[in-house]
T-cell receptor, first 113, second 109 residues
Framework: IAGITQAPTSQILAAGRRMTLRCTQDMRHNAMYWYRQDLGLGLRLIHYSNTAGTTGKGEVPDGYSVSRANTDDFPLTLASAVPSQTSVYFC????????????FGPGTRLTVL | GQNIDQPTEMTATEGAIVQINCTYQTSGFNGLFWYQQHAGEAPTFLSYNVLDGLEEKGRFSSFLSRSKGYSYLLLKELQMKDSASYLCAVTDSNYQLIWGAGTKLIIKP
């Protein structure tokens, strides 16, 4: 059982380019989340999905979009990357909502130049 | 606004005991989590408190006082592998998880 996987592990991207970060879980969890983690700021929620077919905005959604076509996959897209989106991105999942333990993927380190 | 406060960094000695505090001000409360995060890795679950009191799990214990908006994580018999960041997170009344910035714990021999 892999749990939750993310791809790529790291990426250097030119500003203005489009980028999709992939996230897949095999735990049949209903809820999935995307966070960014920057030094001194902790984890900040970008978008979430409580169940397949639904998504919601988190604390810092601007410049990002998500989709949840099925239970397992929750891709995060940067339509036109900017340097302030340089960060470590974590995908997570939980059985139902945020009262359940969240399980995190290994993260994607993204650098936008 | 919603806020979670934790010390930025703490230092402790191998074999000793350390207490990491977390205070929170959130719109409602539906539970408090502690996660451990080693450098360069993903956070992993340590404990969950929804009722007042102490939850013990091996060398780690977590305490909650809802009336005081306060929790602590107690680590006993510290080992070098306990060097990590410890993240406090609270689920608010809208079932949003609010994260603290984390406490970096440095263990010295």
């Amino acid at each position: 059982i892999a749990g939750i996987t993310q791809a790529p592990t790291s990426q250097i991207l030119a500003a203005g380019r489009r980028m999709t970060l992939r996230c897949t879980q095999d735990m049949r969890h209903n809820a999935m989340y995307w966070y960014r983690q920057d030094l001194g700021l902790g984890l900040r929620l970008i978008h979430y999905s409580n169940t397949a077919g639904t998504t919601g905005k988190g604390e810092v959604p601007d410049g990002y979009s998500v989709s949840r076509a099925n239970t397992d996959d929750f891709p995060l897209t940067l339509a036109s990357a900017v340097p302030s989106q340089t960060s470590v991105y974590f995908c997570a999942s939980s059985d139902s909502d945020s009262t359940d333990t969240q399980y995190f993927g290994p993260g994607t380190r993204l650098t936008v130049l | 606004g919603q806020n979670i406060d934790q010390p930025t960094e703490m230092t402790a000695t191998e074999g000793a005991i350390v207490q990491i505090n977390c205070t929170y001000q959130t719109s409602g409360f539906n539970g408090l989590f502690w996660y451990q995060q080693h450098a360069g890795e993903a956070p992993t679950f340590l404990s969950y408190n929804v009722l007042d009191g102490l939850e013990e799990k091996g060398r780690f214990s977590s305490f909650l006082s809802r009336s005081k908006g306060y929790s602590y994580l107690l680590l006993k018999e510290l080992q070098m592998k306990d060097s990590a960041s410890y993240l406090c997170a609270v689920t608010d009344s809208n079932y949003q998880l609010i994260w603290g910035a984390g406490t970096k714990l440095i263990i010295k021999p």
